[in-house]
Structure formats: C-alpha cells, structure tokens
C-alpha cells in the first residue's frame, strides 16, 4: 500500500571547511534535521521623484537565511556544541542527497531549544551567508 508523501524531501548539510567553491564542499548532512526553511528576500531601496505621484523602487541587496528545527538527541546535540565552536562552515540546503540546492559559507545567528511539556525537545538554528576572504563569496544555487 502506497501512502502519500508529504513535505520536502530537503536536506540540511554542513561541511568543517570554507571553500572556495560552496558547491564543491565536503559536506554532511544533519540527520536530526526535521524542518528545513529556505528565506530569500530582496531588500528595496525607494527611487521616487517628482515625476509620479507614486513611490517607486529598485531592487537592492539580497537576503538569505536558513531556518532549520532539528530533533534533540546525541548526535543533534555533538552538532551544536560543534556549531557553537565554529566561526564559519560549508552550508548547504539541497533537494535531495546529492541534489541541487543552494550552497554558501555561512555561520549560525542564533539557535534556541524549546522543551514543551508535551511533545520532544528541539533545536532551532539560523545559518546565514558570511564573507569569508578566500573562500566562496556570493551564495550560489547549482
């Protein structure tokens, strides 16, 4: 009997190392990864005069962030304690292992647990791009 499938077949990884090349990174994915959100937002900058009674804009610089809530256990737990060792790592959020995604060299912004009486302990982290000299600059989607 088939069931139906449901959500993302997405998958969370993280590389040890900067490269110059995200999408060529060695890079391993979280398991504990239960809900992986992508971000991507462009900032607009108002470019108005007097020309039109009407504000207009222009695109200006580009946001991503990567949201995930990994399930608490031993091996999410050795991934935080090294995450919060880390100044920066390979990041990467694909479709599915070995699939294409976005990749980047990133860092965490903030990370909270949440222990509800009722349900299982998680860990939500943020990963967000970094400029690192040397390795990848600009995120890229391969």
Known sequence: MSTGVT???????????????????????????????????????????????????????????????????????AFIADLIGKDTMGVGVLHSTGGEGLYFTGQCFSSDFAQPLTDGMTINISLCPVYVEGAGGEPTFA
């Open 7 to 77: 959500g993302f077949d997405g998958v969370l990884m993280v590389g040890t190392q900067n490269d110059a090349d995200p999408a060529a990174a060695t890079l391993t994915a979280v398991p504990s990864a239960r809900d992986v959100n992508v971000t991507i937002s462009v900032d607009k900058t108002e470019v108005s005069d007097r020309t039109s009674k009407f504000k207009r804009y222009c695109p200006s610089m580009i946001e991503i962030e990567v949201t995930a809530t990994l399930t608490y256990n031993a091996s999410s737990a």
